[in-house]
């Protein structure tokens, strides 16, 4: 069973490393992924030598207020699925959710050895460079391989890099995710040529973060690295004024970070978001179904010309009222809880473990989470795939992690 476990395990490091670089639908190679997890874990039941684990970690799984809360979150998703007028958006939108408690739920219970998260976290950052080269280079050559667009119609710029993550805001938040934990990594590692390496590697991220032109991005990064001044130490400013420095003098950036204040500049996102409380106005306790703002978009343009944004079947840009619209008020309450419950059990960990390594780079996890959901305001991040496979992965990668301090 052992062999079994370490198949596995290359398996979930080869579909991490893979998922945020390849060029194939997304679709399909999540859903390939999705069937190997399910089979890998019903074998853990089946096999004698590994049931009665399973069974354990099923009845922690469901001792666990996180777990639970995430577990009734996908109930309210399935059940959205009878009353949605596009029922194949709601089942889709509900297996991939799904997927995500998949991955989650091996990485907690089944690869929480230290050597694991390790192999784990080293696929995540090993893609995350390859990303970021890619996000370089289509910087570098004027936006070659880059849509056409995110090449025209800004003032600021003659592009906006994607990378592989196909949306520069994307990119943005899979950057901002990911930088916080290395930041930590240079704090934390002695030898002064691995330091030199993950300063590097950071500022590869940060050069992504900045030509992506996401302003959510950069009030993420604002955020992440005010958080580390409190969740680790004041010498966080040796970071934080070059940043906010070098906003400031770059006119690009800075004129981007004063758009956010612009009435002029959101009017379009204005227009999104009042349509998605109108949803809620109309059906406050179940919402419209799962992943149906999208398909009731044109419906309550026609209902309310005004806020017409001149597109059809458009996104809410906003997680939070997403997810109010389409799940109601149930929903929303289920998926805050979620998150306030991510909060605590990342930061019980850090305050409670003595192992170094695992102190710093999930601090840098936590400032990084607080950052991600204050970009959910402006966009719908928590249902980007490659994103929010990034985020799912660390939040069970620092779960893991707990239950090897407690040795449970």
């Known amino acids: 069973m052992k062999l079994l476990e370490k198949l596995m395990l290359g398996i979930m490091c080869i579909y991490i490393f893979i998922l945020p670089i390849n060029s194939f639908k997304v679709d399909k190679i999540e859903m390939l ?38 577990l009734i979150f996908v109930i309210i998703m399935c059940i959205s699925i009878s009353y949605s007028k596009d029922r194949s958006i709601a ?29 784990i976290i080293v696929a995540l950052y090993c893609s995350t460079a390859v990303v970021a ?26 592009v906006k890099i994607p990378s592989t993550l196909g949306n520069p805001n994307s990119l943005a938040a899979f950057m901002v995710i990911a930088i916080f934990p290395i930041i930590m990594m240079i704090i ?4 002064k040529l691995k330091k030199s390496l993950y300063a590097l590697f950071t500022l590869a991220m940060f050069f992504n973060i900045v030509f992506t032109y996401s302003r959510s991005s950069y009030v993420g990064i604002g955020v992440g690295l005010v958080c580390l001044l409190f969740f680790y130490s004041l010498k966080m400013l040796v970071v934080l004024v070059p940043v906010f420095l070098f906003g400031f003098f770059n006119s690009k950036v800075r004129e981007r970070v004063l758009n956010i204040a612009s009435s002029s500049q959101n009017v379009t996102r204005f227009k999104l978001w009042k349509i998605a409380l109108k949803m809620v106005k109309d059906h406050p306790i179940l919402g419209v179904g799962n992943g ?83 970009m959910n305001t402006a966009d719908n991040l928590f249902f980007v795939p490659k994103v929010a496979t990034f985020f799912w992965v660390l939040l069970a990668l620092s779960e893991a992690a707990y239950l090897r301090e407690r040795n449970l």
């Open 33 to 70: 992924f999705f069937g190997i997890l399910i089979l890998y874990n019903l074998l853990c039941f089946i096999i004698e030598s590994t049931r009665k684990k399973a069974i354990m970690d099923l009845i922690m799984f469901f001792k666990d207020a996180l777990c639970l809360a995430i």
């Open 91 to 119: 089942l889709s939108e509900t297996i991939r959710f799904f997927s995500y408690i998949m991955i989650f739920y091996t990485i907690k219970f089944k690869f929480n050895e230290k050597s694991y998260i390790k192999k």
């Open 133 to 158: 080269v890619i996000g370089i280079y289509q910087y570098i050559t004027g936006g070659k391989g880059v849509a056409k667009e995110f090449k025209t119609g800004f003032d600021y710029t003659k």
């Open 188 to 191: 934390y590692e002695k030898s």
């Open 292 to 374: 149906n703002y999208v398909t009731r978009y044109d419906e309550y343009v026609k209902r309310y010309p005004y806020l017409e944004y001149g597109y059809s079947h458009f996104p809410a840009h906003n997680s939070y009222l997403k997810v109010f619209s389409e799940l109601g008020i149930i929903g929303i309450v289920n998926f805050v809880s979620i998150i306030i419950l991510s909060i605590i059990h990342v930061k019980k960990f850090v305050d409670m473990t003595d192992d170094k390594f695992f102190k710093y780079f999930f601090t840098g996890f936590l400032a990084a989470t607080i950052a991600f959901l204050v």
